[in-house]
């Protein structure tokens, strides 16, 4: 989340991003929750937001969630060295310039915002549990570890399905329009596909998460985190929900500092995610980005 020009601070932060930039302090990434976002703006006013943007990304880009997740479970999995390359594209150059992949995306996002609107996410028993009541914090806390427990859970029963039967069906949500891969299986199809993911490789990934949870794959513990918050607090989801964790996700563990919205910084500040991967969070409340400045002046 960037905005460009439309207040003083604003002003003032686009000013001192570009000369961070210019004397190699920072390198701000690009991500595709950038694209999908931006499409929804007029297209000279899109592609001139992905111009900057480019700027200062050293033609940088984060990998989609789904890809970067394989990577982080392959490395783990296979002991490799996690670097810049793990997390990111190289020789990414002004998608938005060409209005074709600007049709591309705003099509992308009409879909992604029909599909959702229409059939929703994956819901549970504590969306109905915890509907309209209050419920104190030692009470929130268990029902979130329990919450975060099932997903791992749900994770490891399709490893295990695809253990038994040594391939993978993969399953979809679908609409009357369109239809998207649930991304559990989206993220097993490339491990299967591009990683070269046998049984044994299987095996241990079902003995880590059976063990460890999701808490040593950043981007699985990021989404699934935020996902089980959302439903303990019986908040349904929107396209806007999915493209916001998506981007939380991959950019989180690897950022130093990150802008969002007051609403997913405030679910970071309460899930401690910013303490855990050392990442100062700001949202685009005034408040925030006369920090911000304050803390790129200092770089």
Request: aromatic share 10%.
């Amino acid at each position: 989340m960037l905005q460009i020009d439309i207040t003083p601070e604003w002003s003032r932060i686009k000013e001192l991003l570009l000369q961070l930039h210019s004397k190699g302090i920072i390198f701000c990434p690009l991500s595709n929750e950038h694209y999908i976002e931006t499409s929804w703006k007029e297209y000279k006013e899109a592609k001139n937001h992905d111009l900057f943007l480019n700027k200062i990304s050293d033609e940088f880009c984060f990998k989609t969630e789904a890809f970067l997740t394989s990577q982080l479970i392959s490395s783990r999995i296979r002991k490799n060295k996690i670097t810049v390359k793990t997390y990111l594209h190289t020789e990414v150059k002004e998608i938005l310039k060409d209005s074709d992949n600007y049709k591309f995306y705003r099509e992308k996002n009409t879909e992604l915002f029909k599909t959702i609107k229409e059939i929703g996410h994956d819901t549970n028993e504590f969306k109905k549990l915890t509907s309209n009541q209050k419920i104190d914090s030692k009470t929130q806390k268990i029902m979130f570890n329990a919450l975060m427990h099932l997903e791992a859970q749900k994770f490891i029963q399709r490893l295990e399905k695809l253990y038994d039967k040594g391939k993978l069906m993969i399953e979809s949500y679908k609409s009357t329009t369109s239809e998207f891969p649930k991304w559990t299986d989206l993220v097993l199809d490339i491990l299967i596909k591009k990683h070269k993911f046998r049984k044994k490789e299987i095996q241990k990934l079902i003995f880590e998460l059976k063990s460890n949870g999701f808490k040593n794959i950043s981007t699985l513990n990021i989404r699934f985190s935020l996902i089980s918050l959302m439903n303990l607090r019986s908040k349904k989801d929107s396209s806007n929900d999915q493209i916001d964790i998506a981007r939380i996700s991959t950019s989180l563990d690897f950022s130093d500092i990150m802008l969002t919205d007051k609403k997913r910084k405030h679910e970071i500040h309460e899930l401690e995610l910013d303490k855990l991967y050392n990442t100062k969070v700001f949202s685009g409340i005034k408040s925030d980005l006369d920090n911000l400045i304050l803390v790129l002046e200092k770089l």
